[in-house]
């Protein structure tokens, strides 16, 4: 019943919109114009001068509102320099965008044929146009040379740190699995065949090599301040993307195809806290919470290539910890795969049915 | 070449000998409005499909709208229509994303590449060239019908019971490379009729395009020198160029695709795991599909602003009373757009996996691309300065698509600086780049054409108050909906909800707003909508049998206003001037049939 009575209103909105837009125009042609927009230029330079006001009126509105809404400050070293580049880039193209507004809407305004009757006939100018094509040239080169640096200094493989940790990281529909490579810091090798993938090997980890049976599964993925960390991404099913919003890390997790992102953390989930904790914004309550928003605050590790019906659910929790040792400290409550679920099937297979089990043990 | 010319002018002394008789062997229904090979009812065949597509596409929008504005409220009239995709009155996750898919793809081809290069290009190439039709009515005939084949099957696909396309209407594989309804229903039947649909769109378009060119280049009546065409002509001679180059390439993509998805070969396949089982593919690459879809992509987003672009260029110079600044440079940056576009595809993949010494290169072209960009901006705010603008609705889209396109083309310069990129990419902020610098730039490119050739295609006027409102609304509608999601930087875009991540729970009220604004600027479309088919009926007549409404230069407006068969009744004028006399020699405006005057030095 209210759905249909909408629909009523807006249907006789149109009728009274059609019905004034006609007797305007009836009523212009009466007066002896020759088109039934005679006159109008005026108004119009008007409202497009007011229009600029507006627009600008509203961005400041939004920046003020708004900014204090957003991802918070970078939580990486690279991403602080591709924050740099991102504010640089906004200071150029925002002055292009203040100044070509202004006299679009100004020119608009102020040549209407209300208030200029006669056009200028002017047809090129080529000083000025090769000021206009040279000067752009020149900021974009500045830009690009600038972009690269950062660019290359975050893939560059021969500059990284040979402490680094190692992360590998799984998308799948529609979940995350985090493996880390337990106290030798060796990943257990991953063989992709029938015979290694199953429902319950479904990364194919060969679980002969020794150097699987410390690995382990986390629930989130823990990090340490200031220490590099390289995330080894891949995919098992359809594309993913390992998204870091507060680090500004992104990288596509592709089937049959490793990638990878190396990063360095620069602030502790505490840390990062206690910085949100000085802005007003984030001393709200938040709705479902009941607690200031900053308290709520977390890393997180989300989805950015679609990849079916639950992409938007692909969350995980991001940790910094302050030290080594934090870390060693969660590590040690964490367990084996290998020792916990796959050893113990293997002795029940081996009880249960030798033959088979030496063959798949090889 | 000249018999096609001699052919058709016998052609047409036949048709106007026929009027004066009383219309015993008129073509029949049939051939007048459904198999019509004329130039001028294929544009309106093809503006009107395009209507019927952009009011399902802006549809689906506010749909998805409501979903994301107010997630836990249940509108029970989508129940009503859309049964088990919304049960209880709240659209489903599947259903969002098929929405989304068909979104993309409706308002990319059929609306912005289909309607807008369709009508324009057909209506204007052989007026402002001075032809009598294009090289080939029957090819742009079956254009036209491939097109709506194309669209008959793209609209069926909302029907099947596995549901539309829904891995986004860039479709990537794997996972619309795997018919397995377990990991994507809408990867079925519904990706099947996708493909299909867009193999016939291609055709459509190839037929189109490769017609448009062949007239341009063949049909210019005597005196119209590549120099003296005007820019709309340029814009799309080489729009159907950057199509017939491209689309082959989606051609192929989405063909090796189907091989894949029916015949398991394994072009973008590669050790694909489902529930812990290996599949059979080997060898293949998701990446290969992104390189040849954005082969295609990335000039297809300039098919959809280089009409708009013309267009604009021709609307501001006619009601700025002044002749385009800079024409040379116009017609140049045009050309350099078209070349650079096929050298900036990656900038979609910077973090795909891609080698990032590739990226290097990439980000040198798409930033180069800028410069004819700005060039063209600054030009049209040039034409503008010192003009005696009339601010009527043509106008007034035109200005504010030059307003849309400089907002959102100054954004491309952060997404194509790679680094930059790493944190934009897939989120809101290029939603709201390409929005505005496409989607909504180009509606208005569309609009201020339609508004400004409504007298050329049906001898009447538009409502001018309701054109206004119209106006007024989109802009400020447009800019509502997309400019706040530059702060939403960071939020990931194709997301039904974000209430599983704390960190995107920032812009609640937000998304409410968005979504608000969404529906009104979709309303104030229907009212354009309303506006169009009134004015085609009860529209105010353009008085005069010749009558040149606007006072432009250019030959569509030395054609009577009465559409005939052949558009001149005669002999086709011939051209002895460049199409921008403006406000010279102590005219308003000169026709591009006028001989120059004595002593008259020709504009070059
Ligand atoms: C001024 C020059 C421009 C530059 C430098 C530029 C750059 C870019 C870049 C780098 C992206 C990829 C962003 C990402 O996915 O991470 C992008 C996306 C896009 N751009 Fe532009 N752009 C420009 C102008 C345009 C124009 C004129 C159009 C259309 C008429 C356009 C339409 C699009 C579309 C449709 C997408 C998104 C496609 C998708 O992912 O669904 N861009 N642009
Ligand atoms: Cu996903
Ligand atoms: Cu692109």
């Known amino acids: ?362 | 070449m000249e018999t096609i010319a001699a052919h058709t002018t016998v052609h047409t002394e036949h048709t106007t000998s026929h009027d004066d008789h009383d219309h015993h062997h008129e073509a029949s229904w049939l051939e007048t409005y459904v198999f019509c090979q004329d130039h001028k009812t294929i544009a309106k065949q093809f503006l009107i499909t395009g209507m019927f597509w952009g009011v399902v596409g802006g549809l689906l929008s506010v749909i998805f709208r409501m979903q994301l504005g107010w997630p836990n409220e249940t509108f029970p009239i989508l129940e009503t229509f859309f049964g088990r995709w919304a049960e209880g009155g709240k659209i489903s996750n599947e259903f969002y994303y098929s929405l989304v898919t068909m979104h993309g793809t409706i308002l990319v081809f059929f609306v912005l590449t289909g309607g807008l290069s369709g009508t324009f290009a057909n209506l204007l190439i052989p007026y402002q060239i001075g032809a009598r039709d294009m090289a080939s009515g029957f090819m742009n005939m079956l254009s036209y019908w491939f097109f709506f084949a194309a669209s008959v099957v793209m609209f069926s696909s909302f029907f099947i019971q596995t549901g539309a396309a829904s891995g986004g209407w860039t479709a990537y594989p794997p996972i619309n490379g795997i018919r397995d309804l377990a990991v994507n229903k809408g990867s079925g039947l519904g990706f099947d009729l996708w493909i299909l649909a867009m193999a016939l769109f291609i055709v459509s378009s190839l037929l189109g395009g490769l017609n448009y060119v062949a007239t341009v280049l063949n049909l210019r009546t005597k005196g119209m020198t590549m120099m003296r065409l005007p820019l709309t002509i340029w814009a799309f001679m080489f729009t159907a160029v950057l199509g017939i180059l491209s689309f082959p390439a989606l051609l192929a993509a989405v063909s090796l695709l189907e091989f894949d998805r029916l015949l398991g070969t394994s072009f973008y396949l590669n050790q694909i795991i489902i529930n812990g089982n290996l599949l059979d593919y080997k060898g293949g690459s998701p990446v290969l599909f992104q390189h040849l879809f954005w082969f295609l992509g990335h000039p297809e987003v300039y098919i959809i602003i280089l009409p708009a672009m013309g267009i604009v260029s021709e609307v501001l110079s006619v009601h700025a009373r002044k002749p385009i600044f800079g024409y040379r440079a116009m017609v140049v940056s045009i050309m350099a757009i078209v070349i650079i576009s096929f050298l900036v595809w990656a900038h979609h993949m910077f973090v795909t996996g891609l080698n990032p010494n590739l990226a290097a290169v990439f980000v040198l072209f798409t930033l180069l691309i800028a410069v004819p960009s700005a060039i063209k901006v600054f030009n049209w705010i040039g034409t503008i300065w010192r003009g005696s603008l009339r601010l009527n609705p043509p106008m007034l889209f035109a200005i504010g698509f030059v307003s849309m396109f400089i907002s959102g083309g100054l954004t491309g310069l952060m997404l194509g600086n790679s680094a930059i990129d790493i944190q934009l990419h897939d989120t809101y902020f290029v939603v709201a780049h390409f929005h505005i610098v496409m989607g909504v730039a180009a509606f208005f490119g569309m609009f201020a054409g339609v508004y400004h050739w409504f007298p050329r295609m049906y001898g009447r006027f538009m409502n001018d108050t309701l054109g206004y409102i119209h106006f007024y609304i989109t802009l400020i509608g447009g800019y509502a909906i997309f400019f706040p999601m530059h702060f939403m930087t960071g939020l990931p875009r194709r997301y039904y909800a974000f209430s599983n991540f704390e960190t995107f729970s920032n812009f609640d009220s937000l998304v409410v707003f968005i979504s608000i604004a969404a529906i009104i600027v979709f309303l104030a479309q229907i009212l354009f909508i309303v506006n169009f088919f009134y004015s085609i009926f009860k529209g105010r007549k353009v008085e005069g049998e010749y009558a040149n409404p606007w006072g432009g230069t250019t030959l569509e407006w030395t054609a009577p206003v009465a559409r005939i068969h052949g558009n001149w009744p005669g002999e086709i004028p011939s051209v002895h001037r460049w199409p921008y006399d403006y406000s010279v020699n102590g005219k308003e405006y000169i026709t591009q049939d006028v001989p120059l005057a004595p002593g008259e030095v020709e504009h070059k």
């Open chain 1, 1 to 362: 019943m209210t759905t249909f009575l909408v629909f009523a209103v807006i249907v006789m909105l149109y009728v009274i919109l059609v019905l004034i837009g006609k007797a305007n125009e009836t009523s212009k042609l009466l007066s002896g114009k020759v088109f039934s927009y005679e006159g109008d230029s005026k108004m119009n330079g008007y409202l497009m001068l007011g229009f600029l006001v507006l627009f600008f009126w509203s961005i400041a509105f939004q920046i003020k509102y708004l900014t204090p809404l957003m991802i918070p400050k970078s939580a990486s070293y690279h991403g602080d320099e591709t924050d740099q580049l991102f504010y640089v880039t906004l200071f150029f193209i925002s002055i292009v965008f203040v100044l070509t507004h202004a006299a679009l809407f100004y020119f608009t305004y102020r040549y209407n044929e209300s208030k200029n009757k006669e056009a200028l006939f002017y047809s090129h100018n080529n000083k000025l146009e090769v000021i206009w094509t040279v000067i752009p040239a020149i900021v974009l080169t500045v830009l690009v040379v600038m972009g690269m640096r950062v660019w290359f200094k975050i893939f560059d493989v021969d500059g990284r740190d040979k402490n680094m940790m190692v992360v590998e990281v799984t998308g799948q529909q529609f979940k995350w699995t985090v493996r880390y490579p337990g106290p030798d810091g060796k990943f257990g090798k991953r063989i992709i065949d029938k015979e290694h993938v199953s429902p319950t090997n479904e990364l194919g980890i060969d679980w002969t090599d020794p150097n699987s049976h410390d690995d382990f599964f986390a629930d989130k993925i823990v990090l340490v301040k200031d220490k590099p960390v390289l995330c080894k991404l891949g995919a098992l099913d359809v594309l993913h993307s390992f998204y870091l919003p507060h680090f500004r890390v992104k990288m596509d997790c592709v089937p049959g195809l490793p990638t990878q992102f190396y990063f360095t953390p620069k602030y502790t989930t505490a840390e990062m806290q206690d910085y949100l904790k000085t802005l007003p914004w984030w001393n709200n309550i938040g709705k479902e919470s009941n607690e200031p928003k900053w308290k709520t605050f977390k890393y997180e590790l989300a989805c950015t290539e679609l990849c079916g019906r639950s992409h938007y659910g692909m969350q995980k929790d991001v940790v910094v910890v302050a030290t080594e040792k934090d870390y060693l400290d969660w590590m040690k409550t964490q367990q084996s795969h290998y020792e916990t679920v796959v050893k113990p099937s293997l002795e029940e297979k081996k009880v249960a049915e030798p033959i088979a089990a030496v063959v798949s043990t090889k």
